[in-house]
């Protein structure tokens, strides 16, 4: 066992300082509470629209300017698809043609 997982060991509470095991502990999964009430639907939206206003929204112009470069990422990959797509299009063709 190296030291990291010594180290670990002991956080867990699996070995002592020493090195020596530590004595058998109750390994079951510890007990998990249920909730006992369900939320509400009216709560639920209140609570919805607290998050929403803590939310930092964009404004009109940063919606346009991420809009815009979303687009022209989207036409440069597509053209650089189409681009290699043709090369090897025309590279089968070359190799597969007999003529």
């Keep these: 066992m190296n030291r990291e997982q010594k180290r670990a060991a002991q956080k867990a509470g699996q070995v002592n ?8 502990r109750d390994r079951r999964a510890p007990a998990k509470s249920l909730k ?17 206003k803590k939310v930092s929204w964009p ?11 979303v687009f022209v990422a989207l036409v440069i990959f597509t053209a650089f ?16 043609d007999p003529s």
């Design 59 to 69: 404004t009109r112009p940063e919606v346009i300017r991420y809009s815009v470069i």
């Design 17 to 24: 300082a020493d090195g020596s095991q530590t004595t058998v």
């Design 36 to 52: 006992t009430e369900r939320t509400k639907p009216g709560e639920f939206i209140r609570e919805v629209r607290a998050e929403l």
């Design 81 to 96: 698809v189409f681009g290699v797509d043709y090369v090897f299009e025309w590279f089968f063709r070359f190799v597969t």
